[in-house]
């Protein structure tokens, strides 16, 4: 019984910056780790960034040095800076958590959609 609350998202220009946030509630005793899954028009979801309760990070290989995932310090909300977006980051974001044992997402958000244009 978990629920996954995302905001942000929206319009933002080329180059700008946008931030995502997710706050997790529910039976979240034992997650391990917190972030955002993504799906791109015609792509399957894939990891974008999640950060572990050891603050290990995994972010995909074209967000590096753009993105930034943190958390707080209980580990239920979680947030996503964005920078120097391009078009082509263009997705659906999905907030998940991860458990210990576990091969993937547990739990899903709802998703939140941004689109980077002028």
């Known amino acids: 019984q978990v629920e996954l609350m995302e905001s942000g998202g929206g319009l933002v220009q080329p180059g700008g910056s946008l931030r995502l946030s997710c706050a997790a509630s529910?039976?979240?005793?034992?997650?391990?780790?917190m972030g955002w899954y993504r799906r791109a028009p015609g792509k399957q979801r894939e990891l974008a960034a999640t950060i572990s309760k050891d603050d290990t990070t995994v972010y995909a290989d074209d967000v590096k040095g753009r993105f930034t995932i943190s958390r707080d310090n209980a580990g239920n909300i979680v947030n996503l800076e964005m920078n120097n977006l391009k078009p082509e980051y263009k997705a659906v974001y999905y907030c998940?958590?991860?458990?210990?044992?576990?091969?993937?997402?547990?739990?899903w958000g709802k998703g939140t959609q941004f689109t980077v244009s002028s």
């Open positions: 529910g039976s979240i005793g034992g997650v391990y780790a």
């Open positions: 998940v958590i991860r458990r210990l044992g576990r091969t993937g997402p547990t739990s």
